[in-house]
């Protein structure tokens, strides 16, 4: 699943998700900073099993954008590493990673210049990842489960969206666990 | 009476309020209300277009010409998408 997994304190996965360029990486970060581990910066995996979906982390890497120095002032330690090639101007920084987590929620990302968190239907969630999982066209004979673990997925946890200005990057762990209060 | 089936390139998700659909062909992927994901469930099981209305006034709060308008008009997207097709039986 095209989405950034971290994990909150008790230890259940909140899943950022949206277009290229939504903040995934960003917010994963803000969040790795206030302590929540990583899964993944752009992708998990999921799998659905009895106790209901569960996200795996496959690539410890999270990478955030030079330009966030202003926010982030310890960026400033790796500007040497910066890969300038790199459109977004990344450079890989240090995060807790862990290995899996029940997922707690999915949030899809949209930056903006106001922060306004809501609720959406099951329905919409699965359309907004249906849009981004390129491999559920792959004509296989796989299709089918790989639609049904994601329909799980929104069907089995509160979805949102998040409006999200820099604002966040200050206080989206509390965004998160504010969500489902 | 007529019918309709599922073309073998369309992919389904039911979910509680709707569905989402996918065409594995076109590349294109579709959600559905909660009504729209009732009338998929019934193409699913091979009702034809009328019993497709009947079911429609018996479960909602419609009158028949306005259910057979909506209906039509659903059916001749998904034929129009490629993910329904008629059938002669």
């Known amino acids: 699943m095209h989405a950034a997994g971290v994990v909150a304190p008790d230890g259940r996965a909140w899943l950022l998700t949206g277009e290229t360029g939504c903040g995934k990486s960003t917010l994963t970060y803000a969040l790795a900073r206030r302590g929540w581990p990583v899964l993944g910066e752009d992708g998990v995996v999921l799998q659905h099993d009895s106790i209901g979906v569960i996200a795996h982390g496959w690539h410890d890497l999270l990478r955030v954008s030079i330009e966030l120095a202003e926010w982030f002032p310890e960026l400033r330690d790796h500007e040497s590493q910066v890969d300038w090639q790199d459109t977004r101007h990344r450079v890989a920084v240090g995060a807790t990673f862990n290995k899996r987590a029940p997922v707690a929620g999915m949030v899809v990302l949209q930056r903006d210049s106001r922060d306004a968190l809501s609720p959406i239907t099951s329905t919409a969630a699965l359309a907004t990842l249906v849009r981004q999982a390129t491999f559920l066209f792959v004509p296989d004979n796989h299709a089918q489960s790989h639609l049904s673990v994601l329909r799980d997925l929104v069907e089995s946890v509160p979805c949102f969206t998040l409006h999200h200005s820099p604002a966040q990057l200050a206080c989206i762990d509390a965004t998160i666990l504010g969500a489902c209060a | ?89």
């Open chain 2, 1 to 89: 009476m007529t019918r309709y089936r599922i073309v073998p390139d369309a992919l389904s998700a039911s979910l509680s309020d709707g569905a989402v659909l996918l065409n594995l062909y076109t590349k294109r992927y579709f959600s559905l209300n909660d009504t729209g994901s009732r009338i998929w469930s019934l193409l699913e099981h091979q009702a034809s277009e009328e019993e497709i209305v009947e079911t429609l006034v018996r479960e909602y709060d419609v009158e028949k010409p306005e259910a057979a308008r909506a209906v039509n008009r659903l059916l001749d997207d998904l034929v129009a998408e490629r993910l329904i097709e008629p059938t002669s039986v």
